[in-house]
């Protein structure tokens, strides 16, 4: 029988989700221990890749389960897991569902602070910057709503079909001080390094070393931003991941003002 796993996870000690040749991957781990509770060789397939240190506040993978559970599952698998990862749900589901390919929207928040906290250390990314033109940078932010080509905001745009991605809300939103800010983007497909990019980009509008007319440029034009640099991964969170027939509430508000 098919089931979808509800998981959330901590990056920072995992070269990202997907199985690597000699890296520890959160896939890894979760099928280590699956297998052995399982007492069968078990794989995970994951509803999307994440970059090394990445985080997931939401994540799905489908596994396969061909005995009846006559035990808590997710009590017995969270014991055996490392603090990093917790899993919250185990739900039946047709025998053809995929978290990947079923999947239709995607939730992502960049968490910048702007300064020094140890508390903040590795779950946001710090940034020593002031004056920051938050309106600007906002400005910056409507201009990615709706369908648009992000070719100029891809690591390797040749390796896909297209560049096209259909963004349904986007915002960025400070706390009371303005020391902390969260850049969020929901749509129904993103290209590698694509919230990165775009998270540094914003960033350099907002200490005016990027306009927003260029920001604009880039995107309409497909040209690489000059400042093509890409934010740290503590700051970035898979947050939520929706389909048809399935829309679950992140158990977790990372960050939240």
């Known amino acids: 029988m098919r089931y979808f796993l509800h998981l959330s996870y901590k990056g920072k000690d995992y070269h990202g989700w997907q199985n690597q040749t000699d890296v520890k991957t959160v896939q890894e781990v ?94 946001s990314s710090f940034y020593e910057v002031k004056d920051l033109d938050v309106g600007k940078m906002q400005k910056a932010v409507s201009l990615l709503l709706g369908k648009k080509d992000f070719k100029a905001f891809c690591i390797s745009p040749d390796v896909y079909h297209h560049t096209m991605c259909e963004v349904s809300n986007v915002n960025l939103t400070t706390n009371d001080s303005g020391s902390r800010m969260r850049f969020q983007i929901t749509a129904d497909r993103f290209l590698r390094g694509m919230v990165r990019i775009l998270s540094a980009n914003i960033l350099k509008v907002g200490e005016g070393k990027i306009s927003v007319d260029e920001f604009e440029y880039c995107l309409v034009h497909k040209e690489k931003p000059k400042f093509h640099n890409i934010a740290f991964p503590q700051g970035l969170y898979l947050s939520k991941i929706e389909y048809p027939y399935l829309d679950i509430v992140p158990r977790e508000n990372i960050l939240d003002f």
């Not at 994951?46 to 389960?65: E, K, L, M, P, W």
């Open 30 to 123: 979760l099928e280590m221990h699956l297998s052995k509770m399982l007492g069968t060789p078990t794989t995970c397939h994951g509803c999307g890749r994440t970059d090394a240190g990445v985080n997931a506040s939401q994540y799905f993978c489908n596994i396969n389960i061909a005995k009846e559970l006559d035990y808590d599952f997710v009590f017995r698998i969270n014991k055996m897991l490392p603090a990093s990862i917790v899993i919250y749900d185990l739900i039946p589901v047709a025998d053809n569902a995929n978290t990947q390919y079923d999947a239709v929207k995607r939730t992502y928040n960049y968490y910048f602070h702007f300064q020094k906290n140890p508390f903040l250390d590795d779950i």
